[in-house]
């Protein structure tokens, strides 16, 4: 099929729920894409985070291949090898004692909440079920996650909206005018993704960190767009030098297919019990076997330290672009403001210049595989300059 012809089709079928890039792609290999047509695109995006490993890595298709032919589905009625093997291996990687599974990050947040406001009820009384967000986070697009997003511009036309959130800023006398006997959690983002690229401050996170294990209220990570590499440590609350009650994973671990993973500390291992919460697709054998070949590649020997030489590779780069007023963010989760304000402008020219691009808020956002070569980087900041210049 050709584009024009995808293009008819989406439009005739699918709801317009999405706002789409000018192009259909069918194939790729690394960090190049390819469409109907043939045309080939760097990209910088890895579908939002997801494809870790850039495309069809040779191992992640052999495992999941692999597992595809074995067993496809068993549902959580019965025990899963796989799954119990990925379990054990995030549980000894990251320190975390308990994991449950889920097929997104919204699922893996949803079951932190509901982890949360359990602690919060059976260890402090029937009303400790708040849970504290911040402003300019993002949280998850089901009724319940949207209500801890603290984005007025996610909100409209669904409420009534799921009770128990508030949002504070990211300093310590906006968390403490919100946090009262009856909260149970706050949850963050370590680097604010959809919210514009914002890291938060370390000074704040380590404070926020202690108040809340003073108060045992829970610190509640959402890891599902900085974890698994992406910032250069296997999980961005490392660079905090902290220890959070609860993390939530997605995007990267499944290296191309869905999961979600809410992982907490022995204290709160045994808060679920067998029917509080539960997933059909959830541990799925196939896509557990995509996410061990992703943390084996990851975690082998200087995998993550080529991530964060390559992270501050491009942020120079990009820093010294002409058009280009800011760049934030951490190892190869990276944002960047333009001095004409015209990022979504210059996201869609770059499609059609052959480099995939996003945007978040008013800024670019570059989210690369991690495997990506500096001459593939370099390969697309050219585009993304000469893109810039012409607009």
């Known amino acids: 099929m050709h584009f024009e012809e995808v293009k008819q089709q989406e439009q005739s079928y699918l709801m317009p729920t999405y706002g789409r890039f000018q192009t259909a792609l069918v194939s790729g290999k690394g960090a190049t894409a390819v469409d109907t047509e043939g045309r080939a695109y760097i990209d910088f995006g890895a579908g939002i985070g997801v494809n870790a490993l850039g495309y069809c890595d040779p191992d992640w298709v052999e495992a999941v291949s692999g597992q595809a032919a074995t067993l496809q589905h068993i549902s959580n009625l019965y025990y899963s090898p796989v799954m119990t093997q990925l379990a054990e291996v995030l549980c000894q990687l990251t320190g975390f004692s308990k994991v449950f599974f889920g097929n997104s990050g919204a699922e893996a947040n949803e079951c932190a909440i509901k982890l949360a406001r359990k602690y919060g009820t059976q260890t402090h009384g029937k009303d400790c079920n708040r849970i504290v967000t911040l402003h300019h986070s993002f949280h998850g697009r089901t009724v319940t996650t949207l209500s801890a997003t603290g984005q007025d511009g996610f909100h409209h036309y669904f409420t009534p909206f799921t009770e128990g959130f508030s949002y504070a800023d990211p300093n310590m006398e906006s968390i403490k005018a919100h946090v009262d006997e009856n909260t149970c959690g706050v949850m963050i983002e370590l680097i604010q993704g959809e919210g514009g690229v914002r890291p938060l401050e370390k000074a704040f996170v380590q404070e926020l960190a202690a108040f809340c294990q003073e108060r045992d209220v829970l610190l509640l990570a959402d890891e599902v767009q900085t974890g698994v590499g992406r910032t250069g440590k296997l999980y961005c609350y490392e660079h905090y030098d902290i220890q959070p009650d609860v993390i939530t994973s997605a995007k990267g671990l499944g290296g191309g297919l869905p999961i979600g993973a809410c992982l907490c500390t022995e204290r709160l291992g045994k808060v679920m019990d067998a029917g509080m919460h539960g997933s059909t697709f959830g541990g799925n054998p196939v896509v557990c076997a995509g996410a061990l070949a992703v943390l084996r590649k990851i975690t082998a020997p200087g995998f993550l330290e080529q991530v964060a ?56 956002r570059f989210l690369p595989p991690l495997t990506i070569s500096r001459e593939e980087l370099d390969k697309g900041l050219a585009i993304l300059q000469e893109t810039i210049s012409k607009l």
Do not use: H, S
């Open 309 to 364: 030489e390559k992270g501050a590779y491009l942020r120079e780069k990009l820093t010294a672009m002409e058009g280009i007023a800011e760049v934030r963010g951490i190892g190869m989760m990276l944002g960047a403001t333009l001095k004409a304000d015209n990022a979504k402008e210059v996201a869609a020219a770059c499609v059609g210049n052959g480099l995939l691009v996003l945007t978040a808020q008013n800024l670019l």
